[in-house]
């Protein structure tokens, strides 16, 4: 039994190239206070999304 994908598959890892590029901005006051309020309000949300709903009882109480 031969088994050719691999060698192919090597070869097309191979040819992966991971870029990095990293960007800085300064924002004004202005911009600074709307990104705060932007992501509390972002975080607000996903903790309540990930706490899930709290009316419902657990089905495997430990």
């Not at 090597?10 to 911009?31: L, N, S, W």
Request: positive net charge; glycine residues 4%; contains cysteine.
């Amino acid at each position: 039994m031969r088994i050719t994908w691999a060698p192919d598959r090597m070869r097309d890892m191979a040819r992966i190239v991971k870029r990095v590029y990293r960007y800085r901005f300064h924002p004004t006051p202005e911009q600074a206070d709307e990104l705060a309020r932007t992501f509390g309000c972002v975080r607000y949300v996903y903790k309540a999304l990930r706490s899930g709903p709290r009316d419902q009882p657990q089905s495997n109480p430990v």
